[in-house]
């Protein structure tokens, strides 16, 4: 790390800088003797001109002038507010070269912050220095202490190529789309960057199609109807958000209007013109959120019109969604993602499989398929009871859910001598409790997969679980969020035991 004690740039300079890496926000990463400036816009591989706006001790921000050289993985971002909204970070990045970077992210941090090493193919660790870097500073924040870096190497993980989308756009299943007022007029769309002013949104290109055509006719219905929309500063109005899901496999739609009151003024009307010009839509919802807060849900939920839930399948599992549940956004690679983790649990029916941190149960009820017995846990109430429902829909006798923090349910089925043969986790972003861990490493499971949606934590877990007689054979990169930053991947572990 740089010892530089002045910045060597001061605010307003114009500066021409190489882009090495991609920091967190997708800014490109560009270093000027050894101190580090973002800059929005800019790729790895380019050399750009920027002016600095803001300096700090050890990093500064630049806001991009020209591009010197271009790299040859930028293309034209296709989306017209791109730059407003901050949704998507890298349609400006050709998609090929996004999942290579998605890749190369992780085996950084495997080989950075979990000391392990990553064997095979172009391993290549040039300008992902300090994006990294900030990975691992956002690490001790979390921990509060530094990792120990004098550890015993792995023998080598094979990270493979991510599994991209062919088609990496319409991906969401899920719209949720702020409403305000403009000018007399009724918008929705996104909150403009760093501001909570509503910007109407026509189209986004990540949404299913059918999710952007419910949410600008529902828009327009309101209109129609003159109902108010919500303004959040004088805490008037009526209509907060609009949530539209849609079930990719049954093509089963949910409208939900969150709204700042009970009444709804014209409701018949409002649910005969939604139905008019969408025959897919079967549930409309109506959710009660009268509080001053960013949260969009508030506690009452009830049903206009047709059914509480829509039914959408992953492989062959069926699950129920309801206004509130928690469902997986991208339906076509969260199969794949579990797909893959099946393969890692290496199942034949006999094994007794425990699913930590398991939602609704989705990944549960996909090893339930094949394994003796699945138990999952976790810590939202609601979402088990969506997990029992869902179990019960497919007729799935082999599971059993509990409410509770993994880190002190999973040592409690310990105790009653219950034993797996695999442990599947999939925590939150910072990562697995280290009781969890220990746990983990007394049960001994002859596998554990470990699926990550950060992978600075996954590399910190992985160390602890490979001090603990667990070695990584692969992991597997699986890009849930294309456009974005975002980057899933599932780990495969064995137990090896301790020389
Ligand atoms: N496996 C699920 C959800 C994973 S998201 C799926 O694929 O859909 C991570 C989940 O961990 C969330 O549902 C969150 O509520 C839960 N969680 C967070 N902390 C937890 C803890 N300490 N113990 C158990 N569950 C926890």
Known sequence: MSTTKNPPVTKNMDVTVEIIGIGHSGEGVG??????????????????????????????????????????????????IYNQCGGCQLQHMEYSAQLEWKRQRVINNL?????????????????????????????????????????????GITALPTLGMDNPWNYRNKAQVPIGEHEG????????????????????????????????????????????????????????????????HTNELMVVLVTNGERLPKQEQFITKIRDKFSQVVSICQNINTK??????????????????????????????????????????????YEKALEYAGLTGEETVIDAYCGIGTISLFLA??????????????AIEDAKINAELNGMSNVEFEVGKAE????????QGIEADVIVVDPPRKGCDETLLQTIIAMKPKRVVY?????????RDLRILEDGGFKTEQVQPVDMFPHTVHVECVGYLVYQGID
């Not at 220095?129 to 120990?148: H, I, V």
């Not at 002190?408 to 105790?415: R, T």
């Not at 699926?451 to 590399?459: E, R």
């Open 451 to 459: 699926v990550s949606c950060d992978s600075a934590t996954l590399a």
């Open 408 to 415: 002190e349910v999973i040592p409690k089925w310990k105790d």
């Open 292 to 337: 001053k807060t960013n949260v969009i849900f508030g506690d009452q939920t009830r049903t206009l019109w047709g059914k509480e839930v829509i039914y959408d399948y992953i492989g062959d599992v069926k699950f129920a969604i309801s206004a509130r549940s928690f469902y997986q956004v991208n339906p076509v690679q969260t199969k794949i993602l």
């Open 111 to 155: 080989e950075r912050i979990g000391k392990l090493v990553v064997v095979g193919e172009d391993v290549n660790l040039e300008g992902h220095l300090d994006a990294d870097q900030s990975d691992r500073e956002k690490l001790n924040e979390n921990k509060g202490k530094q990792l120990n870096t004098n550890l015993p190497l792995s023998n």
């Open 185 to 248: 007029g009724l918008v929705g769309g996104f909150y403009a960057q760093g501001s909570h002013r509503i910007i109407d949104m026509d189209i986004c290109l990540i949404q299913h199609d059918l999710n952007n055509d419910v949410i600008r006719e529902v828009k327009n219905i309101a209109q129609q109807l003159e109902i108010l929309a919500y303004d959040e500063v004088s805490h008037k109005g009526l209509l907060r958000h609009v949530v539209v899901k849609i079930a990719f």
């Open 31 to 80: 270093r000027i003797n050894g101190y580090t400036l973002f800059i929005k816009g800019a790729l790895p591989g380019e050399k750009v001109r920027a002016k600095v706006i803001k300096v700090k001790k050890n990093y500064g921000y630049g806001k991009l002038l020209d591009i010197v050289e271009k790299s040859e993985s930028r293309t034209e971002a296709p989306c017209d």
């Open 369 to 382: 398929q094949k394994a003796k017995k699945v138990y999952g846990v976790e810590i939202v109430k609601e």
